[in-house]
């Protein structure tokens, strides 16, 4: 059973950083795609940035050269180092994954509130 469980959230001021993290059990991690996708309230859930087995990355073009996704396969965790935090990254960040090499993730954690205050 694949558990996905996010932490890492808080508020902080623009222009500031925060770390997530997403811990992943039930599946063989270093194989599969991950990703951090998020929430604001009122909007669709999108995409934030994926990163691959191999470790290749890609970012929606409204976080690049702030937030940087990684990946420590030893400890099956997923990072997402947001820099420069702006309030409209407020949002629930949810950690994702398709369990495989698919880019449609239909495995989801909880989520994370981020409150960026302005």
């Known amino acids: 059973q694949v558990q996905l469980v996010e932490s890492g959230g808080g508020l902080v001021q623009a222009g500031g950083s925060l770390r997530l993290s997403c811990a992943a059990s039930?599946?063989?991690?270093?194989?599969?795609?991950m990703g951090w996708y998020r929430q604001a309230p009122g909007k669709q859930r999108g995409l934030v940035a994926f990163?691959?087995?191999?470790?290749?990355?890609t970012y929606a073009d409204s976080v690049k050269g702030r937030f940087t996704i990684s990946r420590d396969n030893a400890k099956n965790t997923m990072y997402l180092q947001m820099n420069n935090l702006k309030p409209e990254d407020t949002a629930v960040y949810y950690c994702?994954?398709?369990?495989?090499?698919?880019?449609?993730?239909?495995?989801w954690g909880q989520g994370t509130q981020v409150t960026v205050s302005s």
């Open positions: 994702a994954t398709s369990k495989g090499t698919s880019l449609i993730f239909n495995y």
């Open positions: 039930g599946m063989i991690f270093s194989n599969v795609v």
């Open positions: 990163i691959t087995g191999g470790g290749g990355t």
